[in-house]
T-cell receptor
Framework: DSGVTQTPKHLITATGQRVTLRCSPRSGDLSVYWYQQSLDQGLQFLIQYYNGEERAKGNILERFSAQQFPDLHSELNLSSLELGDSALYFC?????????????FGNGTRLTVT | DQQVKQNSPSLSVQEGRISILNCDYTNSMFDYFLWYKKYPAEGPTFLISISSIKDKNEDGRFTVFLNKSAKHLSLHIVPSQPGDSAVYFCAAKLTMNYGGSQGNLIFGKGTKLSVKP
C-alpha cells in the first residue's frame, strides 16, 4: 500500500460530460502529480502541485484542470469529455517538489468515456 | 516525440535466470533515472534509481546499469522469480530547472516481464 488514495476506482461517463477525480497524498507529502496512461502508452505527465500551488505543467489539455487544497488533497477535473480521454489516471505524491525522492503512486482511476 | 523508449513490449524468462530490461533515451540532459514496477490493478511502485554520475547501482537482486554515451540503461534481475512478473517502466528526469522543465518524470511505455516457473 503506497499510502496514496484515489477515488473513484472506476468511472463510466458519456461524451461531453465532466468528471472529477480525487487524490489524497501520503501523509507528510506536499507534492501531488497527475499522470495519464492511455492504452499501450506510457504514463504521460499532466500537472504537478506543491503545497497548494501549481509547480509544473505537462501535456495537459485546456479541458482539464486541477487544484490542490489546503489539506493537500488534489482534484483533477476533466470536462467536455471525448472518447480519447478514456484512460487510467494516476495520482502520485512525494515529500518535496523537485528532489529525487521517488514518486508514490495510487492505484489509479479508470475512466471510460462512451 | 518519445524521449524515453522501451523497445521490447514483452520479455519471457525462466525462473532462476537473468532478466534484462532495456531502456533508451534521447535527451542528454536527463540526469536521473528510475525503474518502476507495476502489477495489474495497482499503481507503479518504485524499484531502483541511478544518478547520471554513476554507471551502476545495485539493490539486492536488482541492478541498474547506465551507459551515458549510448544513452542507454538496463535493469538486471538475478535470479528472476515468478513474483517479478509485472510491467516495468523506465523513467528519466531533469533534476535541474532547465529551459522551463521542472524535472518531472518522463516514462517509457513499459516492458511486460513474465517469469515462468
Amino acid at each position: 500500500d503506497s499510502g496514496v488514495t484515489q477515488t473513484p476506482k472506476h468511472l463510466i461517463t458519456a461524451t461531453g460530460q465532466r468528471v472529477t477525480l480525487r487524490c489524497s497524498p501520503r501523509s507528510g507529502d506536499l507534492s501531488v502529480y497527475w499522470y495519464q496512461q492511455s492504452l499501450d502508452q506510457g504514463l504521460q505527465f499532466l500537472i504537478q502541485y506543491y503545497n497548494g500551488e501549481e509547480r509544473a505543467k505537462g501535456n495537459i489539455l485546456e479541458r482539464f484542470s486541477a487544484q490542490q487544497f489546503p489539506d493537500l488533497h488534489s482534484e483533477l477535473n476533466l470536462s467536455s469529455l471525448e472518447l480519447g480521454d478514456s484512460a487510467l489516471y494516476f495520482c502520485a505524491s512525494s515529500v518535496q517538489g523537485s528532489s529525487n525522492s521517488p514518486l508514490h503512486f495510487g492505484n489509479g482511476t479508470r475512466l471510460t468515456v462512451t | 516525440d518519445q524521449q524515453v523508449k522501451q523497445n521490447s513490449p514483452s520479455l519471457s524468462v525462466q525462473e532462476g535466470r537473468i532478466s534484462i530490461l532495456n531502456c533508451d533515451y534521447t535527451n542528454s540532459m536527463f540526469d536521473y533515472f528510475l525503474w518502476y514496477k507495476k502489477y495489474p490493478a495497482e499503481g507503479p511502485t518504485f524499484l531502483i534509481s541511478i544518478s547520471s554520475i554513476k554507471d551502476k547501482n545495485e539493490d539486492g537482486r536488482f541492478t541498474v546499469f547506465l551507459n551515458k554515451s549510448a544513452k542507454h540503461l538496463s535493469l538486471h534481475i538475478v535470479p528472476s522469480q515468478p513474483g517479478d512478473s509485472a510491467v516495468y517502466f523506465c523513467a528519466a528526469k531533469l533534476t535541474m530547472n532547465y529551459g522551463g522543465s521542472q524535472g518531472n518524470l518522463i516514462f517509457g511505455k513499459g516492458t511486460k516481464l513474465s517469469v515462468k516457473p
